[in-house]
């Protein structure tokens, strides 16, 4: 929406497409890195859960709690590889990994330059919780034979 109204509320369209075409693969990948595995981890916590509200406050509580844990092991064990595994639990390091990765430019007060790790790693487990989230919602909701 921003890449459109920035474009089409400019004084010449085709010189602001023309400066704003560099932004798109951002605009559009960016979104969807962080899209993808939160809805599939929530999903996958949903398709467990008996209430719609229970179901909304696991969801809140799992992002706030895994960010948490990661965050306050990774400041109180600051020598050795643990605090910087720990930071592997917050699912929204593996995203701003892999963002980092495949359109460039850190996020703001994320922990992935901190951790050492090569940003193909961030990847690697994007995928992961992806995928395995995807299984978890299929694997609730497959069919049984009759």
Do not use: H, K
Not at 9 to 31: K, R, S, W, Y
Not at 117 to 134: G, M, R
Request: charged share 10%; proline share 8%; aromatic share 10%.
């Amino acid at each position: 929406v921003l890449f459109l109204g920035s474009v089409l509320l400019a004084q010449d369209v085709a010189e602001a497409f023309g400066n704003e075409i560099e932004n798109l693969p951002q605009v559009i990948l960016a979104p969807l890195l962080y899209a993808i595995p939160l809805s599939g981890l929530s999903l996958a916590i949903a398709a467990y859960t008996p209430r719609r509200a229970y179901a909304t406050g696991a969801i809140i509580a799992v992002f706030i709690v895994t960010a948490a844990v990661s965050a306050i092991l990774g400041e109180a064990v600051t020598n050795g590889p643990i605090g910087d595994v720990a930071q592997l639990m917050n699912p929204f390091v593996p995203i701003d990994g892999t963002r980092e990765l495949l359109v460039g430019g850190p996020a703001p007060d994320s922990p992935v330059s901190a951790t050492g790790f090569p940003l193909y790693w961030f990847a690697i487990e994007w995928v992961l919780l992806s995928v395995a989230t995807a299984g978890i919602v299929l694997w609730r909701y497959r069919r049984v034979s009759a």
